[in-house]
Every structure is written in structure tokens, then in C-alpha cells.
């Protein structure tokens, strides 16, 4: 069974950055498109960032355009997520997500997209 596993979590200023990380534990997974999402408290999870294998395209919540990045290892089975000018209002558990086959209606924001998920990693930013 295929595990996502992140890191680079944890507590920091508003203005700070942080760089987290997700890695399939299988060196031979292959997927379509991996992403991050967030859930904060009391919140519905979020959608943050994706990237898609085919042409290499990225996608972005409203929310983190211009301050986060997506991008991954050469072998596509490791995304990274730098978040960048962090603000109080991005403090939530990040997971990482990913989608071995893709459906007509797959859109890349949705929850429902993305059928491997990984445990979360918490970010907290204190103003």
C-alpha cells in the first residue's frame, strides 16, 4: 500500500516561509497529479495547490497565488510546497494528495479528485 508521507511543518511568524514536503513511499508510484490541500479548524479542507504530470501544469487556490509554489523531484513522486510571505489565516493541517486515474470530471480542486491521501502536516503562523 502506496503512503504519502509530509514534512516541514511547524510553527513560525507572519512574513516567515516554509518549505513542506511529500513523498510517495514507493519510489515506482505513478500518478496523474499530486497536490496539497489545507484544512483549518472547524473548516472544510481547502484546496491549495496541484500539479499535473502531463505538461506540467500547476493550479492555485485564490488564497495563495503569488506566496506558495508546487513543484516536484524528477521522478514525480515527490512534491514540494514553499510557501512563502506566511499570514496567520494560512495556519491549518496540510495534506498531501494524490489521483492514479483520472475521471471526465476530474477538475483538480476537489477533495474528491484525489484518491491517496497522507497524514497531514500542522502549520501554524502567529502574527
Known amino acids: 500500500q502506496v503512503q504519502l508521507v509530509e514534512s516541514g511543518g511547524g510553527l513560525v511568524q507572519a512574513g516567515d516561509s516554509l518549505r513542506l514536503s511529500c513523498a510517495a513511499s514507493v519510489r515506482t508510484f505513478s500518478s496523474y497529479a499530486m497536490g496539497w490541500f489545507r484544512q483549518a479548524p472547524g473548516k472544510e479542507r481547502e484546496f491549495v495547490a496541484s500539479?499535473?504530470?502531463?505538461?506540467?501544469?500547476?493550479y492555485y487556490g485564490d488564497s495563495v497565488k503569488g506566496r506558495f509554489t508546487i513543484s516536484s523531484d524528477s521522478a514525480k513522486t515527490t512534491v514540494y510546497l514553499q510557501m512563502n510571505s506566511l499570514k496567520p489565516q494560512d495556519t491549518a493541517v496540510y495534506y498531501c494528495a494524490a489521483v492514479t486515474y483520472l475521471s471526465s470530471r476530474w477538475t483538480t480542486f476537489r477533495v474528491n479528485d484525489y484518491n491517496y491521501w497522507g497524514q497531514g502536516t500542522q502549520v501554524t503562523v502567529s502574527s
Open positions: 500539479i499535473r504530470w502531463s505538461g506540467g501544469t500547476t
